[in-house]
């Protein structure tokens, strides 16, 4: 048998657009001929997958897989909406946070575990859908919430389908309380986090570079006013204040009842309960943040074609 050596692995990789591994499979099932192994690939729809792979996938979909105790988010981008509701692609991103659950959030080590029901790895099942489904997919992130009693409680706004949608949320609650008494506290708290989207925790998590950019900005602000610095240091102090009301969990108003804070919410549920509750962390995902769309000038797209 021919010996594949990563030379050769590169070259077709370059050659046919397909991943590293498929392209180490394709050598070793065609004995090391760089000409079959194109061919083969081409047979698998492996050639064409790899090239799908440059394109911007900045759609998809977050799930959900939790338990009493511990909850994972993961995240799976494809090209287009229109995908992330075929059964294939949101089996594929159930089985994902299934696989992220079990290894941890490390998108390297979920890519090389065994796919569930398959002695393949998710890489290889990856590049698979992207084949057969016809468009670029990625798997992005994982983050993983975990307590050692209590609960950890999953809320996924606008589900697609079952634990899956474009912003999910994991809150956890450390407590001796019952489940009867944190499970729809979680839940509300999860809610108010979907839509509120806060930056922190607590004021001691948030970024000190985010508080000193905001305040740099505020002192700005206020300097056009033209008022004395004396006066313009106090006008930072409460606009600070308002700032941190605005992106801190704990300082946040509940969305729910438009008045209470956060952490006065849990406060009141810990007193009710006769037990004490902490919620010691929480991971909102949203489809696609961060990631810069390319915008397509159709129009422009057409002219050129018609002008070639």
């Known amino acids: 048998m021919a010996q594949i050596t990563a030379a050769l ?5 370059e050659k046919s657009g397909a991943g590293m591994m498929d392209c180490k499979k394709a050598l070793a099932e065609n004995d090391g001929n ?13 050639a064409s997958a790899g090239k799908k792979q440059s394109r911007v996938a900045a759609e998809g979909l977050v799930a959900a897989k ?3 105790l511990k909850g994972t988010l993961a995240e799976v ?13 949101q089996k594929f991103v159930a089985d994902i946070a299934a696989v992220a659950f ?5 998108v390297e080590k979920i890519a090389a575990a065994t796919y569930p029901g398959s002695s393949k790895t998710v890489s290889e099942t990856l590049t698979d859908n992207i084949a057969t489904i016809g468009e670029n997919m990625n798997i992005r992130r994982a983050s993983t919430v975990e307590v050692e009693s209590g609960l950890v409680a999953s809320y996924v706004h606008g589900a697609v389908a079952d634990g899956m949608g474009k912003i999910a949320v994991l809150v956890g609650l450390k407590s001796d309380a019952g489940e009867d008494v944190l499970a729809p506290l979680g839940k509300q708290l999860a809610m108010h986090i979907a839509a509120a989207n806060p930056a922190s925790l607590s004021e001691d998590d948030l970024d000190p570079e985010m508080i000193e950019r905001e305040k740099q900005v505020q002192m700005d602000k206020a300097r056009e006013s033209g008022k004395p610095e004396a006066i313009i240091e106090k006008m930072i102090v409460g606009r600070m204040r308002k700032y941190l009301e605005e992106v801190v969990l704990l300082h946040q108003t509940f969305v729910i009842d438009g008045e209470t804070k956060i952490s006065k919410v849990i406060e009141n549920a810990a007193k009710d309960a ?14 696609g943040e961060g990631i810069e769309k390319k915008e397509e000038d159709f ?6 074609v018609a002008g070639s």
Not at 9 to 13: A, D, F, I, P
Request: aromatic share 6%; no cysteine; charged share 30%.
């Open 9 to 13: 692995v590169k070259e077709l990789r």
């Open 34 to 46: 760089l000409e079959a192994a194109v061919d083969w690939l081409r047979a698998k729809g492996l």
């Open 66 to 68: 939790s338990s009493t």
């Open 77 to 89: 981008n494809s090209e287009t909406d229109f995908v992330a509701r075929n059964e294939q692609f």
């Open 102 to 106: 079990e290894t941890g959030d490390d």
């Open 274 to 287: 006769g037990a004490a509750i902490e919620l010691v962390k929480f991971v909102r995902m949203e489809v």
């Open 299 to 304: 129009a422009a797209e057409v002219a050129a």
